[in-house]
C-alpha cells in the first residue's frame, strides 16, 4: 500500500492544476483541490472546494489536520507593450500570481507544519530570467513568487520545503491564445530548441517529483522547465 498523504492543489480544475490533482490520485495520495467553479468527479481520495483563494485567504484546517503539501497553480498571461499597461493590470497580476500564494500559504502554515514533512511548489515564468518583450507586468509578478520561494525556503527549513518551476508557454487553456492554430503552434514550437511547447502532464509530474520524498534534499530552488529556450541557442 502506498504511504497516504495528503496535498492541496490550488488552481486544480484545469490545466497543469488539473494534471498534478491526477497525477497525486493515481499514486494514491488524498488531493484537496480548490477552485472558483469547483470539479465534479467522484473519487474516495478527492475533495472538490469552490473558493476564490486569490480574493480571500484559503484556511484548509476545516478538511486536513496537517498538509504533506501545497501547490499554488493560479496563474496568468497579459502579453503588452509597456505603453499599453495600464496600473491595475500590473496590481491584478501581482494579485493572482504573488499575493494569493502569500496569503494561501499564510493561511495554511500551520497545517503544513503539522507534517512531518511538507513541500510547497510554486511557479513563476522563463521571463523572469530570460528578457523577453511584452512580458513586463507577468515577469514582475512572477520575480516576486520567485523572491518568496527562495525567503520562504529559508524561513521554513528545516521542516517545509520550498521550489519553484519557471515554465516556457505551455499547452493550456491559458495560453489558448497563442497555440490557437497550426501556423501558432509551429512558430511557438520553433522558437524553443527542443522544438516544442511544454505540456500539463509534463509540468505536473516536475510538481510531483518536488512535492515527493524523492526530492526531500531540495529546497529554495527554481526549476526551468522551458524547452531550453531560457539557455540555449540555436
Not at 33 to 50: D, K
Not at 170 to 199: C, F, I, Y
Request: neutral net charge; glycine residues 8%; charged residues 20%.
Amino acid at each position: 500500500m502506498p504511504d497516504l498523504k495528503t496535498f492541496a492543489v490550488i488552481g486544480d480544475s484545469r490545466g497543469i492544476g488539473e494534471a498534478i490533482r491526477l497525477q497525486l490520485l493515481e499514486r494514491g495520495h488524498r488531493v484537496i483541490g480548490v477552485s472558483r467553479t469547483g470539479v465534479t468527479t467522484a473519487h474516495e481520495n478527492y475533495q472538490s472546494l469552490i473558493f476564490d483563494a486569490v480574493a480571500h485567504p484559503c484556511d484548509l484546517s476545516n478538511f486536513a489536520a496537517s498538509l504533506n503539501g501545497l501547490v499554488y497553480c493560479p496563474g496568468t498571461i497579459r502579453l503588452k507593450p509597456l505603453k499599453g499597461l495600464k496600473r491595475e493590470h500590473f496590481l491584478e497580476e501581482f494579485d493572482v500570481n504573488a499575493l494569493g500564494a502569500v496569503q494561501t500559504l499564510q493561511s495554511n502554515a500551520k497545517l503544513l507544519q503539522n507534517a512531518d514533512a511538507a513541500s510547497v511548489v510554486l511557479f513563476s515564468t522563463v521571463a523572469v530570467q530570460t528578457g523577453m518583450p511584452y512580458h513586463t507586468s507577468i515577469a514582475m509578478a512572477k520575480g516576486a513568487v520567485e523572491g518568496l520561494t527562495r525567503s520562504l525556503a529559508a524561513e521554513w527549513a528545516p521542516k517545509v520545503r520550498v521550489n519553484a518551476i519557471a515554465p516556457s508557454l505551455t499547452d493550456t487553456s491559458l495560453a489558448e491564445p497563442m497555440l490557437s492554430n497550426d501556423a501558432k503552434r509551429e512558430a511557438a514550437a520553433a522558437r524553443h530548441p527542443l522544438q516544442t511547447v511544454g505540456s500539463a502532464a509534463g509540468l505536473a509530474s516536475l510538481a510531483t517529483w518536488l512535492l515527493g520524498s524523492e526530492a526531500a534534499f531540495v529546497t529554495g530552488q527554481i526549476y526551468a522547465a522551458d524547452g531550453g529556450i531560457g539557455s540555449l541557442r540555436k
